[in-house]
T-cell receptor
Framework: AQKVTQAQTEISVVEKEDVTLDCVYE???????LFWYKQPPSGELVFLIR??????QNEISGRYSWNFQKSTSSFNFTITASQVVDSAVYFC?????????????FGTGTRLTIIP | DSGVTQTPKHLITATGQRVTLRCSPR?????VYWYQQSLDQGLQFLIQ???????AKGNILERFSAQQFPDLHSELNLSSLELGDSALYFC???????????FGPGTRLTVT
C-alpha cells in the first residue's frame, strides 16, 4: 500500500530564511508520481509540482526547489528567502501508475508559518 | 483560479438529512475525483469518475454516492448525515489518470 509521511507538523521561520519541508513516501511500484500542493488560509488546494519516478533531476521554480531522491524515498521541498505569503499548509502526495488506482495519497501536511 | 468550480461553498444541515454537492471540471478534463478533508482523517480520496464511468473507489461510505453526467460535471450525494460527516469536500479534475489534479475551492459541510 502507498503511504506518504510528512513528519514535520508545524514549522515557523522568520521571513527571508530558507526552509525545507520533508516528504518520505512508500510504494511497491517502480512507476509513480509525486506531487506537492499548497493550501493557504483561504482553503483551496493549489498544485505546485508533479514529478515522475524516473526523473530524479532537481527542479527549481523561482524561490521553490524540489529534491527527489529515490534511494531514500524522499521528495523534499525548499523555499528560499521565505515570504509571509508562503504561510500555508503544504501537502506531499503520491500516485501509483495503476489503472483504477490513480488517486492521490496525501501526507498529513506541514503547516508553515512565516514570521514577518 | 484552477478552473474547477464547486457549489455550494458552504452548507449547513441537520443530522439525518441528505445533501448534494456539485462539481464542474476544467474544460477538457475527463477525470473527476472527490476528496474529503477533516481534522482527524486528513485528506482522503473518496471516488473517481472518468468520462462518465466510475473508475476507482476509496474510503467512501455506503451512505455516500456520486455520479458523472454526460457534460462531465459530477455530483456527490451524502445521505443520512451524521455529525462526523462535517468536513471540507473537494472535487478535483485532471486530463486523465496520473496527471496533476486541479482542485476546486471546496464545499464546507457542517452537520448540526
Amino acid at each position: 500500500a502507498q503511504k506518504v509521511t510528512q513528519a514535520q507538523t508545524e514549522i515557523s521561520v522568520v521571513e527571508k530564511e530558507d526552509v525545507t519541508l520533508d516528504c518520505v513516501y512508500e510504494t511497491r511500484d517502480t512507476t509513480y508520481y509525486l506531487f506537492w500542493y499548497k493550501q493557504p488560509p483561504s482553503g483551496e488546494l493549489v498544485f505546485l509540482i508533479r514529478r515522475n519516478s524516473f526523473d530524479e533531476q532537481n527542479e527549481i521554480s523561482g524561490r521553490y526547489s524540489w529534491n527527489f531522491q529515490k534511494s531514500t524515498s524522499s521528495f523534499n521541498f525548499t523555499i528560499t528567502a521565505s515570504q509571509v505569503v508562503d504561510s500555508a499548509v503544504y501537502f506531499c502526495a503520491l500516485s501509483e501508475v495503476n489503472f483504477g488506482n490513480e488517486k492521490l495519497t496525501f501526507g498529513t501536511g506541514t503547516r508553515l508559518t512565516i514570521i514577518p | 483560479d484552477s478552473g474547477v468550480t464547486q457549489t455550494p461553498k458552504h452548507l449547513i444541515t441537520a443530522t439525518g438529512q441528505r445533501v448534494t454537492l456539485r462539481c464542474s471540471p476544467r474544460s477538457g478534463d475527463l477525470s473527476v475525483y472527490w476528496y474529503q478533508q477533516s481534522l482527524d482523517q486528513g485528506l482522503q480520496f473518496l471516488i473517481q469518475y472518468y468520462n462518465g464511468e466510475e473508475r476507482a473507489k476509496g474510503n467512501i461510505l455506503e451512505r455516500f454516492s456520486a455520479q458523472q453526467f454526460p457534460d462531465l460535471h459530477s455530483e456527490l450525494n451524502l445521505s443520512s448525515l451524521e455529525l462526523g460527516d462535517s468536513a471540507l469536500y473537494f472535487c478535483a479534475s485532471s486530463v486523465e489518470g496520473w496527471y496533476e489534479q486541479y482542485f476546486g475551492p471546496g464545499t464546507r459541510l457542517t452537520v448540526t
